[in-house]
């Protein structure tokens, strides 16, 4: 059984600030998925990435896939309080088993 | 359409009752999901509808029953339901089974309390 384990699980930070959460698996990824959750919504997704050692970004977030496939890390440059939410990393090859998820707070 | 759509929103129901989630999507996704999560924890996934048919069943209680009536549709019925079921039940769906490379489109679930 693959173990997905998101670090850290909390964190709170002030806006302009920034921050990397990380995402590691027991075994390789076969497609990774980023999503983002806000309290009373579904998970909305970020990114994919499938190839080992690929950088993707979007506006102010940075993903990385290890080269190994078996980590992936998300990089947010200048937080805002709108970056609010739940970072779910998921292994979408085995019909999306997710992460426990980083928690972020971002206060004005 | 880029949505799924889940009714109700919001649902309490007592523990004899029969109820029943919702799910729509006009995007022709040919597989349908319905995970469950509860408070502070990752999605957990319940069931996998692939081409209208039942794939995937996360060893599920037979209190909850999904349906899938057509590729656009995926109901869960609820019976006899206990207050630990009460969670956030969301719908996804994607274009085939295993959203490998399009991702997963969810609703924005049905807050489910069992009193």
């Known amino acids: 059984t693959q173990l997905l384990e998101q670090s850290p699980q909390f964190l709170s930070i002030q806006e302009g600030e920034n921050l990397t959460v990380y995402c590691n698996s027991s075994s390789v990824f076969s497609s990774l998925q980023w999503y983002r959750q806000e309290p009373g919504e579904g998970p909305v997704l970020l990114v994919t990435v499938v190839t080992g050692g690929e950088v993707k970004k979007l506006k102010r977030l940075t993903f990385q896939f290890g080269d190994a496939r078996k980590d992936s890390s998300l990089h947010i440059t200048a937080a805002q309080p709108g970056d609010t939410g739940l970072y779910l990393c998921a292994d979408a090859g085995n019909m999306l088993t997710f992460g426990g998820g980083t928690r972020l707070m971002v206060k004005p | 359409d880029t949505e799924v759509t889940q009714t109700p929103k919001h649902l309490v129901m007592g523990m004899t009752n029969k109820k029943s989630l919702k799910c729509e999507q006009h995007m022709g996704h040919r597989a349908m999901y319905w995970y469950k999560q509860k408070a502070k924890k990752p999605p957990e996934l319940m069931f996998v509808y692939s081409y209208e048919k039942l794939s995937i069943n996360e060893s599920v209680p037979s209190r909850f029953s999904p349906e899938c009536p057509n590729s656009s549709l995926l109901n869960l019925h609820l019976h006899a339901l206990q207050p630990e079921d009460s969670a956030l039940y969301l719908c996804?769906?994607?274009?085939?089974?295993?959203?490998?490379?399009?991702?997963?489109?969810f609703g924005s679930g049905t807050r489910l309390t069992v009193v």
């Open positions: 996804a769906s994607s274009q085939d089974a295993g959203g490998f490379n399009y991702g997963y489109t």
